[in-house]
């Protein structure tokens, strides 16, 4: 995380507990060598993975099928100036597995825009960051932990 | 934008009006070859660039001058399943001239975490792209428009 800006860091746990709690984070990766975002809705896996669901004709799923992603999810009281962001960066890959295919249909996340053809995409938390944003404290993060 | 996943795609003037109704959007940028986000609030210029106002010695500064970055901001109803994402794409640089600092310290956005000395951080619009997201059509999105 950024140094200087005065801002906490939050742990891995804490991370996670946070990511859960919200049902649309932000997919952050390369298009044609430039910075690209987008919102999805997702879901958790047990380990942390972040789950999404989309069309498997999709450009987003070339997009990112076997590259390193970024998945940002936030809540942020303008008003209160104060809130957290959480980032899980690592390996995107569509799910291929027919056990783990099924096993996602039951538990994983629903599309928004149902598809005739989906596919699950899994991206690895191997690295989970987080951070209070703003000045103040946010009701539900306790700084102590 | 993508295909093939059933949004539609706004237009600038569109999502420079969207824009301007939320404060708080995301940086987008590469870190340690690694993709990075960060939300921070803004303020947009009269020409469609993103205002960024923050500690001239945070390491964001120092890893996005120059660079390439995306800046998205969106508003999503989870619970209708829908909302718009928009993106503004181009160079960031910090903002030397004095005049134009000047300007800024008047018309710029604040910051929520004051520091000692702040610096503002322009994002050219060289390219703005924003979409709905989400199936259903959101309040205050005419799409006649």
Not at 44 to 65: F, H, K, N, Q, Y
Not at 109 to 127: D, K
Request: proline letters at 6%; aromatic letters at 4%; charged letters at 25%.
């Amino acid at each position: 995380m950024y140094r200087n800006d005065g801002f906490r860091e939050l742990d891995r746990q804490e991370c996670l507990r946070l990511l859960a709690k919200v049902p649309v984070g932000r997919i952050v990766h390369t298009r044609q060598a430039l910075p690209a975002v987008l919102p999805l809705n997702f879901s958790l896996d047990g380990d942390g993975a972040v789950l999404l669901r989309t069309s498997a004709a999709s450009e987003l799923v070339r997009a990112i099928d076997g590259s390193v992603v970024a998945f940002e999810a936030d809540e942020v009281d303008a008003a209160a100036h104060s809130g957290w962001s959480v980032v899980v960066t690592g390996s995107a890959a569509v799910v291929t597995d027919p056990a783990e295919r099924e096993r996602l249909t039951r538990t994983g996340p629903r599309s928004w825009v149902p598809s005739p053809e989906e596919v699950f995409v899994r991206i690895e938390p191997e690295l989970v960051t987080g951070r209070v944003v703003g000045g103040r404290s946010l009701q539900g993060l306790d700084p102590s932990r």
